[in-house]
């Protein structure tokens, strides 16, 4: 593609505009568009027309612009995010039903070392939930980040541990050593717990999700406020959903953990 006097190729700057669309910012005007990319207005409003004409874009009555359904469409029936989303997506309101807390389901994006999350469901009360449906967060901090990295390449690990982490709270664990021991007891037990790390007041428990060749594809997680937390009966539902999911994504069977909170307190 040809690149613009910045460097830019058509592809990054499509890929700019249609990044600018987000859940607080769903419809924008051409100068908005062109203000929110950093595009030259006649450039925004070329390729602005041309994803509109393709269907990647829709025009409203007041001429606002907005992310069209084809981009859904394209999406929904051959993209394997949204294939393992819908698969999930009954597991998730098993555990939703049985806890009563917010429940998500995620999956690694090792390149940036940050989880994207595919679905959510919520339970009205106390605790601040920072995930989105298709947003990201660090997989440092994050329960599903260190189930997935738990199980990730070791060379994958290693990149992950030679950059420098950023704290979200005083619990976050940013030591190299102390995460690589972290991740060997998510292994081990079968399940990541964290108290405090992304928000003070929650607790995070997540299983991995495992699909073919059991490569960790994904992960399940519950969110609580600390004042209602109950491992007792969060674990053994979590790690029940983990098991039935990975089945369901083509996983062999394989051991899930040591089961430690049948015995001792986590």
Known sequence: MA?????????????????????DAPLLTMSELSRSTGLPGSTAHRLASDLLSAGLLERDKDGRFGVGAKMWELAARSNPVEEFRRRGLPVLEGIH?????HVSLAVPRFENFTVLYVERLDQHGSAVILSEVAGRLDAHNTSPGLAMMAHAPLE????????ELERT?????????????????????GFARLA????????????????????????????????????????????AAGRTLSRTMGAERRPYGSRPWLRTQV
């Open 3 to 23: 690149n613009s006097e910045s460097g830019e190729s058509v592809i990054d700057r499509v890929v700019k505009i249609l990044s600018a669309f987000s859940k």
């Open 97 to 101: 039903a049985a806890v009563r807390q």
């Open 156 to 163: 994958v690990q290693n990149r992950l541990l030679s950059t």
């Open 169 to 189: 709270t005083a619990a976050t664990e940013t030591d190299p050593a102390r995460i690589r021991a972290h991740l060997a007891l998510i292994r081990e037990r």
């Open 196 to 239: 405090g790390v992304l928000v003070a007041d929650n607790v995070s428990y997540a299983v991995p999700v495992f699909g073919p060749a059991n490569a960790v594809i994904g992960a399940v997680s519950v969110v609580v406020p600390q004042c209602e937390d109950a491992s007792e009966l969060i674990i053994p539902v979590l790690v």
